[in-house]
């Protein structure tokens, strides 16, 4: 049970009142319809160019294409490959092994956490056994959905998610919220692991801008 | 014959609370309805399916709205990095005859003083009035993060000028 805070009740009295202080207008339904029904078009078009790769994919010929990152092991044929050929590609990685996970976006793994870089200057860390990822309760943490390339904010988004509890195939990495709403499909993108099955480690997906922060996997129409 | 049964009804309802939200997120009117715009726009897009689906309207747009939010802000520091001499923001050494606003002006100020995830536990909390449980859920984290989240930001409020008024405590009870 949660213990009540001293600031409990004056921090809900103060929030309702700036809450109440503004007066907001409606909403403008015209300008939100006309604009949301160029984002349906936009996104059945991305779909269909997903489709197409999808459809290559399974004929074996991008994921020997892909852009590997010299040295990496491509580690399907592990312990913790896929329940299905369709399923995430798993990468063994060793500690600081920098992989490319997107153009201009690196992510190595440690035992303390995860590091990555992008286009913007310094390195971005989720640590682990800092106290912020509770070990004990197994599920997907680090929600990171941004644009690949900051400048390009319609560009592909990179979605990357820490996993935490162990994970056996790809029914493991439950990506999905509690109430239906589907996030990337698990078994389209990459894992990162460390050797010895460490008990976490790092999924991601490169995804057109539409798909971010909106039901995955389907389309509308 | 529209596409978009019941979105209207949906809008119109929902859109003061979800603009209130926003404002307590971002601290600025202006932006908090540009905010729960597009986010409306993208709901709108989705929304054949949703209702096909049945889903939790509610749940999904404040999730939405959140991952907009931080979208925005992570815009936001890429403008600062690229801007370095970023223009004064004015928030502080508010003056107002009417002690109400200046208190008002302090927690806002208190409030966006928070790092965004912090003050997104904090808004979830105690405006949306939603459980750990149900914050988890909406920022896509462990139980144990929103309660890192929280436990840190009513450390820092605690700091805080504006919650170290005793006559604050009084008069919110």
Redesign the interface.
Known sequence: MMTADPLDSPIRHALRAIADDIAPSSPPLTTIRRRGRLRRRRRAAALAGTYALVLAATGGVVASALPDHEGDPIASHTSIAPANPGGPQVRVVKAGEHVTIAPGVELWLDSDGYRWTDDVPGVRFHSVVDGNVDRSDPGVQGQLNEPVNQMEQDGPHLILRMFNGGVNDASDLSLFENDGIQLPDPADGTVVMLPGNPGWGVWYDVVPADRVAEPLGGTDE | LTD?SGF?EF??AS??RL???A??LTGD?HE??DL??AT???????????ER?G??VH??VR??LI??N??RL??R??AQ?LTPSLPDVARGDVRSADR?VD??SA??QA?VSLPARQRTV??LR??EDLS?RQIA?A???????VK?HAHRA?AK??QHP??SDES??S???
């Open positions: 978009d209207a809008a119109d859109w003061p603009v209130r939200i404002h307590l009117f908090a309805e729960v715009q409306f726009i993208k709901v709108y897009a989705h929304w054949p399916r949703l689906e889903a939790d749940a999904y999730r939405a991952n907009n931080n979208s992570r815009r520091r890429v990095y109400a208190d008002r927690i806002a409030l904090v808004v105690y405006f750990d859920d920022l896509g984290c462990s139980l144990g993060t890192a009513l409020l605690r504006a919650f604050l405590f008069g919110a009870r």
